[in-house]
Structure formats: structure tokens, C-alpha cells
């Protein structure tokens, strides 16, 4: 009986390999799917143990680029902020670490899929849906939330058997990736408490300000300070730059996708820096109801891609409409890093429509006279004035 796990290395992705192995005698293959959150020596550790546990073969999947390529370049095209705050760094991540785990699972003949979310989060939504959809033939095991088990009981089996991992549940949880890091702890399980300083996994270390040059050609990021490089390895080297000013945290609240509110801190300098930067770029290239119509598809993108509906149809439609907005968003924008924080300071693009030859606001205008403005706002008015007419004026 092949069984293809989903395994992380953690605790509850370690008992799977183990019960599923020995117990229920499946012959497992664990799959972990680097986003962006594995060194070769970590992707190296997970290996290690994964045979350790039971697992027949371990196999580690590079989706880096794939990541971006199917994901985080329409977050950015659409300046997608869940709730506007959270740039959606894990959840977008889960659906095509689900995706490549699938397709794994068809191309070795497996008839099962495991994994060890429980029954009170998130992640087993993204999960289930994207198996039922692409592989409803394979049946999904799910030992943890089936059973109800505790963290204690897993240990306690594990070392029953054998494996004595210091399984010491760190003070926070912290899931790293190519869009950005999520912290969680007990400050968040409260709707009191900031999480402290040393909660975030970059500290403080630059203090004096600098400036950096962010080159985009048509909504992907492409340059930094004038040197060029793919969009992913720009991600990248923004994230190390600004990581040291301590950028990019937040907390984030919103609605799950099984109806409670949540909490989760994150660090995402990165993110948060290319969606703001991208976003100016925009309200100087789009127009009026490019920006407006771009919002609403934006945020019922973010919305549906959260909750685990990448799959649908409508996901593709507005990732075409996205991709179209994108044909003159091209430019430099200017960003100061300060420690904890930064600014936008201007754009410089070809495809400006603060052109000067038309007029600048609220100084002088080129394109219209002075009746010409009298009878425009005369129309304008028009209608107001019937309703005034018709039902007085309301207080």
C-alpha cells in the first residue's frame, strides 16, 4: 500500500511516518515541498529522520520559482493584503506545496495521501480541497485529526518506539518562506497582547537610513539599485536588505476559513515592501477605473486564494485580468529604509500620467479653459440639484 506523506519534520508530521509505517503497514514516501523556508542542511535533517521514522524514501521538491510563477506574482499584480494587513505568506504557500504533493502522488502510483493537520485549523482545508480536486481517487489519511491526539500522546508513542527527539514545543512557531515568515505564541492566542521583540526572527541591526531603487517592468520586480535579476532572487535580496532594519511586522487578525478569528504574527519585509512600491508605481500608470476595478478583483482574489479555492476557475480568469493591468506598469520607485520602518518617495516611469504637458493639479491647467470647467461642473451638479429640487435639502 503506497502512501505518499506530506512531511515537515515536525511532530505531528514525525508520528504519521511512524504509525502509518509500522502500525497500519503502509509503505511511505515522504514528500516536504521547499517554498522557500529550507537550507540544504535543514532539507538534509528532514531526510535523516524521515528514514529514521519508517519513511521507504524521502524526496525534498523545489517550488520556489514555482511559487512565484503560479502565486506571488499575481499577489503583487493585484497588491493583495488579506484584511489589508496580511500579505498572505503561509496560506498562499500550503496550496502549492499541495499541488506539487499530489502530482508526486500520481507520478509514483500512490492510492493514499497523508498529512498531519488537525481538525482546528486551516491547513486541512487547503489540503483536502486540492486533493479531492485533482486526485479524488486517492484517499486522503489523516492519523491527528481522526484521532484527536495530543502533542503528549505523540510523544509518549514515539518514544515507545524507539525516537527520542527533543520534542520541546518551542516558545514560538515560526514558518519561513520565499513571501514572507509567520510567528505565532501564546500572545497571539489573546486579543491583548503584541508579541515582544525577540518573538520575530530578525533583530534590529541597521540603523542608519539608505535608499534602494526598485526597477519594475510590467508589475515584476526585475532590478534593485540598477542591477538585474529574476523577480525571485530580487525577493530575496530585498528580504536580507531590509530584514536588518527589523521592517515588516505586524499582526495580523482575520476570519478562518472554519469560522473562528485568528491571530498570527509575521515578518514580512519583503512582501510588504514590493506590494507598497507596486502599488505607488500604479496610482501614477492606471488609470482612475483600472485602480478601482483592480481592488475589487484583487481582494475577492486574496480572499478565495486564502481559503483554498486556487483551484477554481475564477482564479484563472482574474489572473488574466491581473496580468493585463500590468502592460505599463513599468518604473523605478524610490524607498528610504528606516529601522521599523519605511517610506515611498516617488516613481520615475515613461508611462507617468502625472504629465506635466496636461496641466499640474491644483497649480495651472493646459488642457481646458475656464468655461469649459464652469459648464463641466454646472453637469456634474446637475443631477443633485433635481434631487434637491424634488425632495428639499436633508439634514
Known amino acids: 500500500m503506497k502512501l505518499v506523506l506530506a512531511y515537515s519534520g515536525g511532530l505531528d508530521t514525525s508520528y504519521c511516518a511512524k504509525f502509518l509505517s509500522k502500525e497500519k503497514g503502509y509503505e511511505v514516501h515522504a514528500v516536504s515541498v521547499n517554498t522557500g523556508g529550507f537550507s540544504k542542511e535543514e532539507i538534509a535533517n528532514i531526510e535523516e529522520k524521515a528514514l529514521e521514522l519508517g519513511a521507504s524514501s524521502y524526496t525534498s521538491i523545489d517550488a520556489v520559482q514555482t511559487f512565484y510563477d503560479k502565486v506571488v506574482k499575481y499577489l503583487i499584480f493585484g497588491n493583495v493584503l488579506k484584511n489589508n494587513t496580511y500579505p498572505l505568506s503561509v496560506s498562499a504557500e500550503r496550496i502549492v506545496q499541495a499541488i506539487e504533493i499530489v502530482k508526486y502522488a500520481k507520478s509514483v502510483g500512490a ?53 527520542d527527539y527533543p520534542w520541546e514545543k518551542a516558545k514560538y512557531s515560526i514558518n519561513r518562506g520565499l513571501w514572507g515568515t509567520s510567528v505565532g505564541g501564546e500572545e497571539t492566542l ?6 515582544p521583540d525577540s518573538a520575530y526572527p530578525s533583530q534590529l541591526e541597521e540603523k542608519a537610513p539608505s535608499e534602494v531603487k526598485l526597477t519594475f517592468t510590467k508589475g515584476e520586480l526585475v532590478a534593485i539599485d540598477g542591477e538585474a535579476a529574476s523577480p525571485v532572487e530580487n525577493i530575496i535580496t530585498l528580504e536580507a536588505l531590509a530584514s536588518k532594519y527589523a521592517i515588516g511586522r505586524d499582526i495580523h487578525v482575520g476570519d478562518t476559513i472554519i469560522g473562528i478569528k485568528g491571530r498570527v504574527g509575521f515578518e514580512a519585509p519583503a512582501s510588504l515592501i514590493i506590494i507598497k512600491a507596486h502599488h505607488l508605481l500604479e496610482k501614477h500608470t492606471l488609470t482612475k477605473w483600472q485602480q478601482f476595478q483592480k481592488e475589487q478583483q484583487s481582494n475577492f482574489y486574496g480572499m478565495l486564494l486564502h481559503e483554498g479555492n486556487y483551484l477554481d476557475e475564477v482564479m484563472r480568469n482574474i489572473e488574466v485580468f491581473l496580468t493585463d493591468t500590468q502592460r505599463n506598469v513599468s518604473g523605478d520607485v524610490f524607498v ?27 497649480e495651472i491647467n493646459k488642457g481646458w479653459s475656464a468655461d469649459d470647467a464652469k459648464g463641466f461642473i454646472k453637469i456634474l451638479s446637475n443631477s443633485g440639484k433635481i434631487y434637491s429640487h424634488v425632495n428639499g435639502n436633508n439634514d
Open 111 to 163: 492510492k493514499y495521501i497523508a498529512h498531519g493537520s488537525t481538525g482546528a485549523g486551516n491547513d486541512q482545508v487547503r489540503f483536502d480541497m486540492i486533493f479531492q480536486i485533482i486526485a479524488p481517487e486517492i484517499e486522503i489519511i489523516t492519523p491527528i485529526r481522526d484521532n484527536t491526539l495530543s502533542r503528549e500522546a505523540e510523544i509518549e508513542y514515539l518514544k515507545q518506539n524507539g525516537i
Open 190 to 195: 489573546t486579543s491583548l497582547k503584541p508579541l
Open 336 to 362: 528610504s529604509l528606516h529601522p521599523y520602518r519605511f517610506e515611498l518617495n516617488g516613481i520615475d516611469s515613461k508611462h507617468d500620467l502625472m504629465n506635466a504637458s496636461f496641466g499640474s493639479y491644483g
